[in-house]
Structures are given as structure tokens and as C-alpha cells.
């Protein structure tokens, strides 16, 4: 197609290993068991690989700094000499690295929070104006110098300080962005140093992913003045590197500015085809392989989208590149042999995706024969091949289902379970003990039989059961002791579902998530939870909850495929837990909650897609709960979030009842469903989960009259911010006790008062 040879480019590799080997590092050393040298020298080894995984896959432009310890937030934060006061007395670097991201006696961690609308999350830096910041060079000049004697000359990837700056937070009240002119001068700084130990040229990644985003992004000029100034500095060449959507403003606005190249997104940002006319002359690394999906890619659609890119910019100015760092996939399939056949020769992940991006410059280059065989043609074939698994049902016309019934009709239909004011509960699991998974892992590998392990389980509900009564909570439930996590147990049941075996995708730090794959329509074969839940409501005449994990959050927290829409694949979701849901009322179950965890993080962070996803969102949670009766009530439950900007939404969703995490911010998040009269029941957290700390009973009782200020008595609950399960029963037991008794205490006031 053409006589250049097509240049290739990984924007970041995974840091956790192919089998998690940094986790187990880092555990070992948090406990004591190997030395930082131990550490630092397997992660050492881990950076080797993935650098001459990439190389021998011939990839031309490979990244140093594009993994960390721990996080690249906090690596920057480090870098800059950002370290909250409460750590700043720890001397050795290894020590406070740690003690940032987890806290220690010195005090608690630095906030951790997600990564745009990914499920991966990174450590907050704390920020004040009168700090003295610093530039230390010595992590990116080290990583430079390591991977020159692997015999790769890297691209030196750095966080920007436009990104850098908006996702801090300011401590001292005022913008964290407001500290840019301290900032932009120890950038320059830093690329200085990097300049001078590479003796020469040499490329930096500046990431600004903040540029695709239009909720929380600055005015596109602000990025002509940071690169403006960086580019001032000698011997660095700077890519403007974007990601997770399109990021034409800026694009437009770095018109004039001599940069190196421009990194865009066109799998998540088609519209950056609009931002090519305003190149002028930069490379072009263009994002054709996604980063964030395991899913094949398909080199015709993408040979088309290349021919669409090369009559806008030469082809020796394009380079051809990856969606964003892989990091947000797992690494590689070569241990997934018991994955189907059919599925398997339909993904692709970290690894696999270097050969994607080394096949699709080879076409392009016309380097292999177009004929009946090589790459593209292997790769049709795999595309053409019609296989009965991939099938999706027709248009789901359930989707559009709503409940029967008015708010208010239902509230009244609802009067007969008889509830209390300030009704207490929990938000659905209990402690997750060692016996626990050992039972569950057990039970996997058949090392026990099916009687034992029930009857694990039912032992655990009983203790539940017999210690929520007597706390004196007023809707129980039945601590959710056969999940492993709320996803995965639903996709194992679930038809159109597959699972790896080391499909691990960094979450935090050491923490990994195994997604499920979504690779067909959802299919309910049989009830998933009525038997465990219509024993837990055997043992106790109050009501027992019934647990589900909603359609939005199970498709959000999936690798689902990418070649049909994703709310036709939630549209299936929904429909099965609306025929659990009406399995489990015929049972005998009168309240349902269906856990929404993951219905913020989904939102696209461009505006203009946002009432798309909020749309088919809404309709499938909708969908999901329309078959529960009118006297059935439905509650969902949110992590941590910031509602102000998806009010709406919520209010659309129409449950009965909203449980929200607010502990840590007071009645700040609260404050929007007062101000927009939210018309169901909310249940804000009275305390943090997060924390091992037991509230006391006044100070719980306080929290639930501060909540009284801004809710209605008769539309609050009482709850514990999110589940339980990651907490001890030493912790719980006193809490949840300490609990309900206050809501007791409160809602005598509340009485007394009239
Ligand atoms: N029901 C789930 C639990 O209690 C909800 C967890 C979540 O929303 N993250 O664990
Ligand atoms: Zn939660």
C-alpha cells in the first residue's frame, strides 16, 4: 500500500507482570518477608520484559516510566517533592513511598480515586500553595539509563502537568491548576535532566489525557502555553500524548507549537479525524488498537481507517499506536488454554496487541503478500467465520419496560412491610474471613463436595441472620458469603459469559481485577439467588434483602465485545435480573437491591456523549427491576461519587430507596438531592467502611440528626456506606451494633420532636 516502512508505538505496558509477579513483591515486602532490594530488583526484571517483549515484536517506539511501583500519579507527586506534611519527617524513600499510598502510624493513605472512566485508580496528590516543590530527576534519568542497557533508547513517559495538576487536590482550598506557574518551571527542569543524562536527543511522552475530557478540562490554551514553554527545552522532542476520547481543542490550539508529534485516540475518538487539518507537520501516533479492550482488532476496519488518516497526513508522519497504555488489559492469552477455543482466537491482550500493531505496519508497508494467506488474511478469516456462540438475540423490545405503578402509589403499597422511621440495614456483605475462601476455593477445586459446602454457607447466613437480629437492624440480609466478587458471580451463571484464568487487570498497588468477558447475549439459564436468599428469610420473620448486581455495573466492570452496541449487550443483562427479580418476589422476598457500583464511572467524558450512555443506562436499570410489584421494594446502592452532575439520572432510575457512600464528605454529596427534592428514600452512609475504626454510638447518632437536616425523616435509612465485606467481625460486630442502636436513639428523637 506503500513503500514507507509504517512506524509502530506502545503507549504504555502493563506493570504487574504476566503473573502478577510485582503483587506478590509487593506483599511480601509490606509484610516484612523480602527486602526493597528484593522488590525493586523484581520489578527491575519485570520492566526488562516488557521492554524486550516489545522490541522483539519489533515495535519502534517503546516507553520507559510507563510503569511504577505503585502508581505514576504518585510517582509524579514524588518527583516533585509533593509529600503531605503528615509523612514529611519519614526519611528513607522506600519508606515514604509506601506510607503515601497506604498510609502508616505517620497517618492515613493519600485518596485514591479512578482513573477517568476506568476501573483502574491512582493516588490523589495532596497540594498547597505555600509548599516547597522540588524536581527530582533521579526516577525517570534511572529508568532512561536501565533501558539503554537493555539496548532500547525509550521515550520517556511523563504525566503533564495540565493532568497532573487537575487530578490533585487542593488542600488549602483553591484549584490545584492555579499552581501551574510553580509547576511548568521544574517540568522544565525535569526534561532537562533527562536531556542531559540521554547525552543527545530524546523523545518525552507528556500525557495529558485531561484534553479529552470537557467536564474537567481547562481551556485548551492552557496546553500552547505548557508545551510552549517545554518546548523551549534542548535536545527533548515532546509527543502530546491524549487518550480515552478525542481531543480536537487541543489539537487545534497546539497548531502552531513545535512539537515531536501528537498522540490521539481513534478508537475511543473517531472525532479526532477532525483535529488532523490542525497538525501542521507533527506526527501523528494514532491510537488504532485499543488499550482498554481485549477484543481483536480487525485490520480491515482498521487498513480503513488508516487510508481515511493517510489522506490527511503522510505517511511517514504517521505512526501506528495503541489506544492508550495497556495497562487496562491483562497480559497476555498464552496461559489461557481452557478458555473456549472460539472465544480465545477472538481476543487479544497486551502481548498479542504488539503483534496486532507489528502485523497492520507490515500490511500497510507491503511487507506481507495480500494473498489467501498471512496476517490479513488470518485475520478475516476469523472475522468471517460465523460461529453460533457469538450470536446475539434480536432487539431486545423488553428494554423499554418500567415499572407498574406511580412513586408515591408504590410507597404506599410499601406501608405494609411495615417499617420503622429511619429504618437501619446494611448494604449487603459481611465479613469475607479466611475460613471463608477457603471454603469457596475448596469447594472450586472439588477438594469438598457440594453438601459440605452448602452447608458452610448456610452456617455463615445463620450467624448473619441471628447476629443482625439481635443488633436490632431492621432489613437484613444474608452477608453475600458464595460471592467472590458481585460480578463475576452473576457472569458465572449467566450464559454468553467466559472467564480467563490470568486475566488479571491492575486495579490499585497490588490489587488486580479478573473481568469477566462478555461475548454474547446474557442468557439467565436458571435462579442465581433465590434458594440462598429464601433460606437466609427462613430463619427471621423481618425482611430479608434480596442481592443483585445491576445490568450497568456488571457490563462496566466486563470486557464486553465491541462489535455491537453496549447497551444491546446490557439490554440482555437486564432482562435477566428482571426474570431473577421476579423469581425471587415469587418467593417470598419483599425488598431487592440492585447494586449499581459502577453506574457513575461508566459516564464518556465528553459531554456530548454522556446523554447516550445516560439514556440506555437508565432504560436498563429500569428494565431490569420493571418486573418487582408495586408493594416490592427496590433499592440500589452507588459507591462514592459525585451525583451533582447525574441527579437526573438517579431521580430517572426510580428505585424505592438509594443507599450513597458520604461518610467522608459529610452532607456534602447530600446536599443536591435537597436541593432538587429527590423524591424516593436515600440511605446516606453514617460511617466509612474503608476504615477499621469502630464509631462510637453518639457520634453515629450524630451523624444520622446531621443527615435529618438536610432529609426528611421519613425518606431516611440508616446505613454503613458501602458492604462489609472487606472489614473483620471485630470491627463490624460493635459497629453495626453501635448502628442500629443510634437509629433507634434517632428516631425517638424524631418522634419526640412531632
Ligand atoms: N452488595 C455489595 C456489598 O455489600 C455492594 C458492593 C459495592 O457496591 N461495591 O458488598
Ligand atoms: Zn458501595
Known sequence: MTSTKIQTCVTGFPSIGENRELKWALEKYWSGQIPFEELESTAAALRKAAWLEQKSAGIDY??????????????????????????????DPAELYFAM?????????????????????????????????????????????????????PRVNIIGPVTFLTLSRRTDGGRAIDLLPVFIPLYKKLLEDI??????????QIEEPVAVSDTHSPTPDVFRQICDALAEVKGVDIIFSTYFDHATEAVKALRDVPLYGIALDFVYGPENLEALEYLN????????????NIWKNNYSRTLALYETISRKVAPENIVLSTSCSLQHVPYSLRSEDKLDQQVRERLSFA????????????????NVAAGSNGPLADNRA???????????????????????????SRKTAQKALNLPLLPSTTIGSFPQTPALRALRRDYKKGVIRSEEYDLGIKNYIHECIVFQEEAGLDVLVHGEPERNDMVEYFGEQLEGFAFTSNGWVQSYGSRCVKPPVIYGSAARVRPMTVDIIKYAQSLTSKPVKGMLTGPVTILNWSFARDDVPREKICQSIAAAISEEIDDLQRAGIRIIQVDEAAFKEGYPLRRSKREDYEKWAVECF??????ARPETQVHTHMCYSDFSDIFDAIEALDADVISIETSRSGNDLLRIFEHRGYSGDIGPGVYDIH???????????????????????ESLWVNPDCGLKTRKWEEVKPAIRNMAAAAVNARKGVVHRG
Open 351 to 366: 502481548v498479542e496487541k504488539l503483534h496486532e500493531l507489528a502485523d497492520l505496519s507490515s500490511i500497510i508497508s507491503g
Open 62 to 91: 517503546i516507553s520507559c516510566c510507563d510503569s511504577s511501583l505503585y502508581d505514576r500519579m504518585l510517582d509524579t507527586a514524588v518527583i516533585f517533592g509533593a509529600v503531605p506534611e503528615r509523612f514529611a519527617s519519614i526519611e
Open 101 to 153: 499510598a497506604r498510609g502508616n502510624s505517620s497517618g492515613p493513605a493519600m485518596e485514591m480515586t479512578k482513573w477517568f472512566n476506568t476501573n483502574y485508580h491512582y493516588i490523589m496528590p495532596e497540594l498547597k500553595q505555600n509548599q516547597a516543590y522540588e524536581c527530582n530527576s533521579s526516577l525517570p534519568v534511572s529508568r532512561y539509563r536501565e533501558a539503554i542497557s537493555h539496548g532500547i533508547v
Open 195 to 204: 536531556a542531559s543524562a540521554a547525552n543527545g536527543r530524546v523523545l518525552v
Open 622 to 627: 429500569r428494565d431490569a427491576v420493571s418486573t
Open 281 to 292: 507537520g507533527k506526527k501523528l501516533f494514532a491510537g488504532v488498537v485499543n488499550g482498554r
Open 691 to 713: 476504615s477499621p475504626r469502630v464509631p462510637s454510638q453518639a457520634e453515629l447518632e450524630d451523624e444520622i440528626n446531621s443527615r435529618l437536616a438536610v432529609v426528611p425523616a
Open 382 to 408: 476469523v472475522f468471517q467465520s460465523r460461529s453460533a456462540l457469538f450470536e446475539m438475540s434480536a432487539d431486545n423490545e423488553a428494554a423499554r419496560r418500567s415499572r407498574e405503578g406511580s412513586r408515591m
